[in-house]
């Protein structure tokens, strides 16, 4: 079945500097991606989402890097900080009913 | 304020006992879901609704039952054949799936259950 997976499970960065998030997915069809953002203790949070029509997205502080040929996609964080300390995960949002596919996660430490 | 009220926040479960984890919205969000997680993975999914009196077993639906009698709530019972229930619960909700429409799933803080 399809799959989405990262490729590190922890990322600690100092403060200050840009993180990179990355995961891969299966599914050749898959067209659409959201980032979420999970702090200790709390539900996951929507930070971004990117159509298969896009190549790049940004928001505040935040871009997503979608590569369809290799099936990549990647979260970049700019000038990381503190608040920024949570898991990332990525999912497949490719409509099959409304199921997500989530991926394992990655954990992003922020030191001082 | 809008959006997904889960509670009760931290709930113990004896051996042999049923419980209910609550899961309310006031988004008018159709599609409701549940997902289990465990320490350190990714969320799994329980069971899902789309519309009221209507719901689909997720992938890992055995041990769990849920009931969708009104739009805005999706309880999820935790029964004792779940012979591992000790996880975090999450709820969430979107819009109906379909089309071009994003479905971005919004959730609420979630349950931690436990096992006494």
């Known amino acids: 079945g399809e799959s989405v997976g990262l490729h590190l499970p922890t990322l600690s960065v100092q403060e200050g500097d840009n993180s990179i998030i990355n995961c891969a997915y299966s599914n050749s069809a898959s067209d659409y991606f959201i980032w979420y953002k999970q702090e200790s203790g709390k539900g996951p949070q929507f930070i971004i989402d990117i159509r298969s029509n896009m190549d790049k997205r940004q928001g505040q502080r935040v871009t997503v890097l979608l590569n369809k040929t290799v099936k990549h996609l990647s979260l970049q964080i700019a000038a990381t900080q503190p608040g920024d300390s949570a898991v990332y995960f990525c999912?497949?949002?490719?409509?099959?009913?409304?199921?997500?596919?989530f991926g394992q996660g990655t954990e992003l430490s922020v030191k001082p | 304020d809008g959006g997904i009220t889960q509670s009760p926040k931290y709930l113990f479960r004896k051996e042999g006992q049923n419980v209910t984890l609550s899961c309310e919205q006031n988004?008018?969000?159709?599609?409701m879901y549940w997902y289990r997680q465990d320490p350190g993975q990714g969320l799994r999914l329980i069971y899902y609704s789309q519309i009221v009196n209507d719901f689909q077993k997720g992938d890992i639906a055995e041990g769990y039952s849920v009931s969708r009698e009104k739009k805005e709530s999706f309880p999820l019972t935790v029964t004792s054949a779940q012979k591992n229930p000790t996880a975090f619960y999450l709820c969430a909700s979107s819009i109906l799936p379909g089309g071009r429409a994003k479905n971005i799933q919004y959730f609420g803080a979630g349950t931690r259950l436990s096992v006494l």
């Open positions: 988004l008018n969000h159709d599609a």
């Open positions: 999912a497949d949002a490719y409509n099959q009913g409304g199921k997500l596919i």
